[in-house]
């Protein structure tokens, strides 16, 4: 339920930083499971990280395990992602999504809320 607003998209060299942010409206973000997803061009969409309702429990994709970190703000509405250490193969459209129902948090379909992407670019 609610909107999912993203932020921090944009141009990097390899080896460089983003910080992307979701702002999710509505009074019952806790209560969801957050996670983000990506789709490079020509490529089906998967999963990068998961993090539960209270923040305690993190997932991630193996290919960015050690590099991205995923975290909440619940007291502002927000699930973060930082990535470092970014390389072209990380170039994509970002998507955070919503879930009050998930399982294992892997999986587009678990989530029924999704935001409308943020580019990531990462040059060589």
């Known amino acids: 339920q609610g909107q999912l607003v993203e932020s921090g998209g944009g141009l990097v060299q390899a080896g460089g930083s983003l910080r992307l942010s979701c702002v999710a409206s509505?009074?019952?973000?806790?209560?969801?499971?957050m996670g983000w997803f990506r789709q490079a061009p020509g490529k089906e969409r998967e999963f990068v990280a998961a993090?539960?309702?209270?923040?305690?429990?993190?997932d991630y994709a193996d290919s960015v395990k050690g590099r991205f970190t995923i975290s909440r703000d619940n007291a502002k509405n927000t699930v973060y992602l930082q990535m470092n250490t970014l390389n072209p193969e990380d170039t994509a459209v970002y998507y955070c999504?919503?879930?009050?129902?998930?399982?294992?948090?892997?999986?587009?379909?678990?989530?029924?809320?999704w935001g409308q992407g943020t580019q990531v670019t990462v040059s060589s």
């Open positions: 999504a919503a879930s009050l129902t998930s399982r294992s948090g892997r999986y587009s379909y678990e989530y029924n809320n």
């Open positions: 993090i539960s309702r209270s923040g305690g429990n993190i």
């Open positions: 509505g009074r019952t973000f806790s209560n969801y499971l």
